[in-house]
């Protein structure tokens, strides 16, 4: 089945220090989305990622979809404490929607 | 005007107790998701539905039931609870299958079987 793989599961950082955390998938995606889920929140939508190559941003954060659409990433600049929560990729294989294992941000003040 | 609402927020009870969770929509989506989040944080697909066709995921028990009474509702029944049925229960939603357009979640429903 389908397997959306994220790393790292945890990463503790300095505020101001950048972050990155990878998805892979074992299937090629029509297209990935990343959401954002605070301690004791509900996921929330950041972006989606449609094209081979693609890259956006929104501010301090950088979302990039790979040749292969298979894999993506999402690199913070700059660390806040309000960055502080886990972060998650997710894509269509066939009519289910996958999430990926998920990274924990902890922004140290 | 709250987007995806499930209720209740927090359920205890028994093992071996049946037990509803409800869930409504008012974005007018099509599709209809449960999601189950474990205390890694690891976010499991459970059932995705919408008016046509319910898909459900291998792995979910058969203990395990949506209902959906119609297109603005997918209420998530449990019977015979088992510790390990302790979790976050996520219902969302989103037009085509979240090929194009984003899942919305509602705030979620904190599951404690004791």
């Known amino acids: 089945g389908q397997q959306v793989m994220q790393i790292p599961q945890y990463q503790h950082v300095q505020e101001g220090e950048d972050f990155t955390t990878y998805c892979n998938s074992s299937?090629?995606?029509?297209?990935i989305q990343w959401y954002k889920q605070r301690p004791g929140g509900h996921p929330v939508f950041l972006i989606q990622?449609?094209?081979?190559?693609e890259v956006k941003k929104q501010k301090r954060l950088t979302f990039q979809f790979g040749e292969a659409k298979k894999n993506s990433s999402l690199h913070i600049t700059a660390t806040q404490t309000t960055d502080v929560g886990t972060y998650f990729c997710a894509g269509p294989t066939g009519n289910q929607f996958y999430f990926g294992t998920g990274t924990s941000l902890t922004v140290i003040p | 005007d709250t987007a995806v609402s499930q209720t209740p927020k927090y359920l205890v009870t028994q093992m071996g107790n049946d037990k509803s969770i409800k869930c409504e929509q008012n974005l007018g989506h099509d599709t209809m998701y449960w999601y189950k989040q474990d205390s890694k944080k690891f976010l499991k697909i459970m059932f995705s539905?919408?008016?046509?066709?319910?898909?459900i995921n291998e792995t979910v028990p058969n203990r395990f039931s949506p209902k959906s009474p119609d297109k603005a509702h997918l209420n998530l029944h449990i019977n015979s609870l088992e510790l390990g049925d302790s979790a976050v229960y996520f219902c969302?939603?989103?037009?085509?299958?979240?090929?194009?357009?984003?899942?919305?979640f509602g705030n979620g429903t904190r599951l404690t079987v004791t």
């Open positions: 969302a939603s989103s037009q085509g299958g979240g090929r194009y357009s984003p899942l919305h």
């Open positions: 299937t090629t995606l029509s297209n």
């Open positions: 539905y919408n008016n046509k066709e319910l898909i």
């Open positions: 990622l449609v094209k081979s190559g």
